[in-house]
């Protein structure tokens, strides 16, 4: 009988430990360091150039505004060259590595071909643009984080690039990849 009293008694301290426990002073020994706290005293100043996390912000409100813009980035070597970069990361995945929609998904999903007249020359640069930062029907967005399911990977001057890419050099290297394809196909015939 004794013992049974004391394991009750045990067992009614045990749980009214954690709570005690918490308001005696050795509880905060590992807090109370010199450390500086969160929220404490004078909050360090950004770093120069430094961005929010959402991304830098972009100007227009919708891919309709955004279609009027005028390319601010000069289509020059390295503008194509970023931007072919940012291609082959953000765009291949679905539209394909030449821009035909010869990805394995392409098909499935609709993309479509970026190499065809409807997108080199009946869409404004603005709008591809605009296309990038918001999304399309399917297509998510690079440029809005939440807009079509979509993130801010790309800055509105990378979006540009990819624009650059698009327009000045996707279909010459669309072309430059089937000649070299077919110089494999004629080399592995003749063997
Ligand atoms: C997850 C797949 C996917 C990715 C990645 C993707 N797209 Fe698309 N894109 C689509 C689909 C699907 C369509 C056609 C349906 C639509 O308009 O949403 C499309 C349509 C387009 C159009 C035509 C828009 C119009 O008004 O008809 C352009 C231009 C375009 N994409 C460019 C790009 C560029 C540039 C990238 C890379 C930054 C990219 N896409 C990345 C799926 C994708």
Redesign the pocket.
């Known amino acids: 009988m004794k013992t049974m009293k004391k394991t009750l008694t045990a067992l009614a301290l045990t749980s009214v430990m954690p709570t005690a426990a918490l308001a005696w002073p050795w509880s905060t020994d590992m807090m109370n360091q010199p450390s500086i706290k969160p929220q404490e005293g004078t909050p360090y100043p950004f770093p120069e150039r430094s961005v929010p996390v959402t991304g830098e912000p972009t100007q227009v409100a919708s ?1 309709e505004e955004a279609e009027g813009l005028k390319n601010p980035v000069p289509a020059d070597e390295a503008s194509i060259k970023t931007g072919r970069t ?2 082959k990361i ?6 394909g590595l030449t821009g035909q929609a010869d990805s394995p ?2 098909l499935k ?4 071909s ?1 190499v065809d007249e ?2 080199q020359e009946t ?1 404004s640069e603005g ?2 643009w605009g ?2 930062t918001f ?6 967005a ?1 440029g809005k984080p939440g807009e079509q399911g979509g993130s801010n990977d ?1 800055t509105p001057v990378e ?1 540009w690039h ?2 650059n890419y ?1 327009k000045h050099a996707l279909v010459k290297d669309a072309e430059e990849a089937a000649a070299r394809a077919q110089q494999a196909a004629a080399t592995v015939n003749q063997n």
């Open positions: 891919r940012l291609y953000y765009c291949a995945a679905c539209h998904v392409a999903i609709g993309a479509i970026l409807y997108v869409l709008w591809l296309t990038i999304g399309s029907a399917i297509m998510p690079y790309l979006r990819v624009v698009i």
